[in-house]
């Protein structure tokens, strides 16, 4: 903050002070409305509130006039007073836009002269990037509009005779960025100026269709009659007219160029909500809420707001969305996207993995596929998992992935095998509780021990949906969950049952196929049994091959 604060002050010359969140100065700021601080008084300022805002006091001793929009109304209000090619910097801030101009005697300080919009001039100031308000969001330099980038440029003549008459009109009730005393000061100047004189002066420039007037005012008119919604050819009629009896008349082909620019705006105005939106919907899944979005492009106004769900609306209608049918303004995003496979032409690939009790010698395990070992309590189902790291840890790349031991719990767990030593073992360890998926590596083995639910157990199968998703067709996840003592599914029942390709149950000294889609011995496979001893929790001792047990 006090390296932006030197900036603005070094560079721009601008007249900067300390700004609590509160949007009040740390400091009695009266003299920087006439004299900038030195170098040493920001330093210091910024050495006592190093987290204070950067506000920049406006008008004469900064050389800036700033129009405050609040809400995108106000934006769309003050640039119909701007041509299309108009260019001077604006920074976004939490409610809306500053837009910056080169400072000219004549404003005043004042609310709402413009819909939602107010204006600082000399005994006002705003806040500047980066500061940030009392929720922590931040005001930011539009990218291409950064003050470091682009001069800061006159005020349209037309916006200024409309600002001046605003102001006359308003009183500034808020007093945030507003000194009281200058601004009375103003008014008493004005009130030496008889105010019919100074209503007339500005009433005539603004209503003229004269040089060197016309050509703003005509697109001024243009864009209202645009934004009211009236048929081209007739806003064409309209236009035509008035061009003829404009002095000197103006030409026909530079008025439909002016009715283009308005509509082109318009469109834009439209299309910009439009496609803030979509770009939200695209970085999210599952469900969004009109109210998330009313925050995320910070809506403060009814109006903001009704374009927001108009255009959830139209995105109903286009498919992208729909209706959650649970809560009001709530929609669930449509994803749409689902090509096509060329499965004629495609391999058949299974992956060359060591599976215990020697399933991999009866058994293919395609790639990108999902294993499941449901274990009651000290089955086994941690020393299952280790085993396969052992046998595989030469040939795959291997993640392991625990929510039940830490680092020195993996090494003393591994410390019960004879060989390879722990520090031949091959295996990348991670301390994990949940969202495995987001951490699975497509085309290496990943084991996770073990998949932690303690409510909501249906979810285990979207969970392991996720993963499996996850793997893009590449590698292997071997996933353990909990499950009850001599129960067939583990925590999450049959829903556990249908992404994976392989799923085992222990049970003290029982291993039982639960379900395995492909070929086994040209039989059904599932409820064989393979029976076994654990010794020093680390070495599987068979006690009965794979057999289907007698019914009592």
């Known amino acids: 903050m006090l390296k932006s604060a030197l900036w603005y002050l070094e560079h721009m010359n601008f007249s900067v002070i300390p700004i609590k969140k509160n949007k009040k100065p740390f400091i009695k700021w009266t003299e920087y409305q006439k004299t900038l601080p030195t170098r040493e008084q920001v330093k210091d300022w910024w050495t006592h509130y190093p987290n204070a805002n950067i506000?920049?006091?406006?008008?004469?001793?900064?050389?800036?006039?700033?129009?405050?929009?609040?809400?995108?109304?106000?934006?769309?209000?003050?640039?119909?007073?701007?041509?299309?090619?108009?260019?001077?910097?604006?920074?976004?801030?939490?409610?809306?836009?500053?837009?910056?101009?080169?400072?000219?005697?004549?404003?005043?300080n004042g609310v709402r002269v413009l819909t939602d919009c107010?204006?600082?001039?000399?005994?006002?100031?705003?806040?500047?990037?980066?500061?940030?308000?009392?929720?922590?969001?931040p005001y930011n330099w539009i990218e291409n509009l950064k003050i470091s980038k682009v001069q800061i440029s006159d005020m349209p003549d037309m916006l200024f005779d409309i600002l001046i008459q605003g102001a006359l009109l308003t009183e500034a009730h808020s007093s945030e960025h507003i000194n009281k005393d200058t601004l009375n000061?103003?008014?008493?100047?004005?009130?030496?100026?008889?105010?019919?004189?100074?209503?007339?002066?500005?009433?005539?420039?603004?209503?003229?269709?004269?040089?060197?007037?016309?050509?703003?005012?005509?697109?001024?008119?243009?864009?209202?009659?645009?934004?009211?919604?009236?048929?081209?050819?007739?806003?064409?009629?309209y236009l035509s007219f008035i061009g003829q009896n404009c002095s000197p008349p103006y030409p026909e082909k530079e008025l439909k160029i002016k009715i283009n620019s308005a509509l082109d705006r318009s469109k834009k105005r439209k299309l910009g909500v439009t496609d803030e939106i979509k770009n939200i919907i695209s970085a999210t899944n599952g469900y969004i809420s009109a109210t998330y979005l009313y925050n995320s492009l910070q809506?403060?106004?009814?109006?903001?707001?009704?374009g927001v769900r108009t255009v959830l609306s139209r995105l109903v209608e286009e498919g992208l969305l729909e209706?959650?049918?649970?809560?009001?303004?709530?929609y669930r995003i449509v994803d749409g996207i689902c090509e096509s496979e060329d499965w004629k032409n495609t391999t058949i690939n299974s992956v060359d993995i060591w599976l215990p009790f020697e399933l991999n010698e009866m058994i293919d395990i395609p790639a990108g596929s999902v294993i499941l070992v449901a274990g009651s309590q000290d089955a086994g189902k941690s020393a299952l998992l280790m085993n396969i790291?052992?046998?595989?840890?030469?040939?795959?790349?291997?993640?392991?992935?625990?929510?039940?031991?830490?680092?020195?719990?993996?090494k003393n767990r591994i410390s019960l095998f004879d060989e390879p030593f722990y520090d031949d073992w091959k295996v990348k360890f991670y301390v994990r509780m949940h969202n495995f998926a987001d951490v699975i590596k497509p085309g290496e083995l990943n084991i996770i021990d073990y998949l932690e639910i303690h409510n909501n157990f249906f979810k285990v199968g979207e969970y392991l949906a996720d993963i499996f998703e996850k793997?893009?067709?590449?590698?292997?996840?071997?996933?353990?969950?909990?499950?009850?003592?001599?129960?067939?599914?583990?925590r999450g029942g049959s829903f556990c049952e249908e992404k994976p390709v392989l799923s085992l149950a222990l049970d003290f000294g029982v291993c039982?196929?639960?379900?395995?889609?492909?070929?086994?011995?040209?039989?059904?496979?599932?409820?064989?049994?393979?029976?076994?001893?654990?010794?020093?929790?680390?070495?599987?001792?068979?006690?009965k091959h794979w057999h289907k047990p007698v019914k009592l």
């Open 55 to 108: 506000g920049i006091v406006t008008g004469e001793v900064s050389g800036i006039d700033v129009i405050d929009c609040d809400s995108e109304d106000g934006k769309s209000a003050l640039e119909e007073f701007l041509p299309d090619s108009f260019i001077t910097p604006v920074s976004k801030t939490p409610k809306g836009w500053h837009y910056y101009f080169r400072h000219k005697d004549g404003l005043a």
């Open 118 to 137: 107010d204006i600082r001039t000399t005994g006002g100031y705003i806040i500047a990037p980066p500061s940030q308000n009392g929720n922590n969001i």
């Open 185 to 237: 000061s103003y008014k008493r100047g004005l009130d030496k100026k008889p105010a019919t004189s100074l209503q007339q002066n500005a009433t005539i420039r603004n209503i003229s269709f004269d040089e060197p007037g016309r050509d703003d005012m005509l697109f001024h008119l243009a864009n209202h009659l645009v934004k009211s919604g009236m048929p081209i050819i007739t806003i064409e009629k």
């Open 299 to 306: 809506c403060a106004t009814s109006s903001e707001k009704s």
């Open 323 to 330: 209706k959650s049918g649970t809560r009001a303004g709530e």
């Open 389 to 410: 790291v052992r046998e595989n840890m030469n040939k795959w790349a291997i993640n392991y992935f625990s929510s039940e031991i830490n680092a020195a719990g993996f």
């Open 471 to 490: 793997l893009k067709g590449k590698g292997v996840a071997i996933v353990a969950i909990q499950k009850d003592p001599y129960k067939n599914y583990g």
């Open 512 to 543: 039982r196929i639960n379900k395995f889609k492909g070929e086994f011995r040209n039989q059904n496979p599932r409820g064989m049994e393979y029976h076994y001893k654990l010794l020093h929790g680390s070495a599987f001792v068979m006690v």
